[in-house]
């Protein structure tokens, strides 16, 4: 039940013949996330994938096995691991015989810091029904109507759920079913503009494009609007482009009018293509893709992140807009940063440049004062680019006041 995000590599170590054949064919009906995991290797392959210190002896490494002795760190690694589990009680949180109570609707005085508590659910489930972004109405916006909860307030929460209690909250909202249809990525001549065909998206909320000579298929992108705090379709999360859908990617970067466009994956992590090289990487190169122009003015490198700016040319009107491309490069695939601080300064910075770049347009942008939707991928679109949104939605919540009793109105 933890996959994708426990299973990182499958070896299969010497495979006979007899196996080998049919595992090829097989393979094939094994979902592609999953494929990408899956590797056929030789005892001497062993050490590009594990450690030496890792691996025993007898496959070719310097570990001596000890059995006694791994059963004693399982069993110790298990109680530490029940320990850590547990609430910590400090004498302000309820005890492990209360019920878990979670507050369904909270009122929070502007005068004073009380905290009227009106009802309380049995189970402690927080979750919304579903979120409005999920709905089809254009006043809806991404925050759902259940009650928010202050900082000590969510730090209390957790506590009383515990670590197998936030397990099966997440259970919970993996076992509901989806919120809308898939109808327009599931046509046949759809599918292959998808990246993973387990990865689909939403009927309601995609992008879509301008028809080209009235050709109805010419207007899907795998890409969906995403709402920010208080602003209705801020940002649009995409997949990394494919080489058969770099034309439209870039038709969809202006169309929308998009400023700013952040990848959090790598063109290739562990010899595996993630993503199309949509850009050129050195300044004064360039590219053509349908009828756009897409040349490199300059990059700026950084330890975990890569800025290039971008001057995207329309070569049938003859206009050309910026685009400030933010790459970050520190996030290992199928795994976390070792620390959120890079990523936090990252997305600091891509907050001031979408909001530096607005301001430079001045009169000649009508829209949303934080500007038009800020293009968000990874390889996917559904790992990296949710934490990417979601600390992005976060970022505009503080910076306006965020109060957790106030309503959310989208623009």
């Known amino acids: 039940g933890g996959y994708p995000a426990k299973l990182k590599k499958v070896l299969i170590v010497t495979a006979p013949l007899w196996f080998k054949a049919p595992f090829k064919i097989l393979r094939l009906f094994v979902r592609e996330k999953l494929r990408e995991r899956v590797y056929t290797v030789s005892v001497a392959q062993l050490l590009s994938h594990i450690p030496r210190e890792s691996l ?32 910590h009680y400090d004498g302000k949180t309820p005890s492990p015989q209360k019920r878990i109570r979670t507050p369904t609707e909270i009122e929070i005085s502007s005068s004073t810091n009380n905290i009227n ?8 489930n927080l979750n919304p029904p579903s979120s409005a972004s999920s709905g089809f109405s254009d006043d809806d916006s991404l925050h759902g109507d259940g009650a928010a909860l202050t900082m000590p307030q969510l730090v209390d929460y957790v506590r009383d759920r515990g670590r197998s209690g936030l397990m099966q909250e997440y259970a919970e909202i993996r076992s509901r079913p989806p919120d809308g249809t898939f109808n327009v990525a599931k046509l046949k001549n759809n599918l292959p503009k998808n990246r ?11 992008v879509i494009l301008s028809e080209i000579d009235s050709d109805k298929d010419s207007d899907y992108i795998h890409a969906n609007f995403v709402d920010g705090y208080k602003q209705k379709n801020a940002f649009i999360n995409t997949q990394g482009p494919l080489p058969k859908t770099t034309i439209e990617f870039w038709r969809m970067i202006w169309e929308q009018h998009t400023l700013v466009i952040v990848m959090t994956t790598r063109v290739m992590e562990r010899g595996r293509p993630k993503c199309h090289q949509y850009w050129e990487t050195e300044a004064g190169s360039e590219a053509v893709y349908g009828q756009y122009t897409v040349k490199t003015i300059t990059v700026e490198t950084d330890p975990d992140y890569t800025v290039t700016t971008i001057s995207l040319i329309n070569n049938k009107t003859d206009e050309s807009r910026e685009v400030s491309h933010w790459q970050f490069t520190s996030w290992p695939d ?3 940063p070792r620390s959120a601080k890079a990523m936090l300064e990252f997305l600091e910075r891509v907050r001031r440049k979408q909001s530096s770049m607005v301001m430079a347009l001045g009169d000649t942008w009508a829209g949303h004062p934080r500007g038009p939707p800020i293009v968000v991928h990874c390889s996917a679109g559904i790992g990296r680019t949710e934490y990417a949104l979601m600390k992005g939605h976060l970022q505009s ?13 989208s623009d």
């Open 196 to 206: 993973y065909t387990d990865v689909l998206c939403y009927d309601h909320s995609r």
């Open 56 to 87: 025993p002896t007898q496959l070719g490494g310097s570990l001596i096995l000890d059995h006694n002795g791994w059963l004693s760190f399982c069993l110790q690694s298990m109680t530490t691991r029940e320990e850590s589990s547990l609430p």
């Open 334 to 336: 199928y795994g976390v």
């Open 397 to 409: 919540a503080d910076l306006t006041d965020f109060d957790p009793g106030a309503d959310d109105d």
């Open 117 to 124: 508590v009106d009802s309380w659910t049995e189970e402690g």
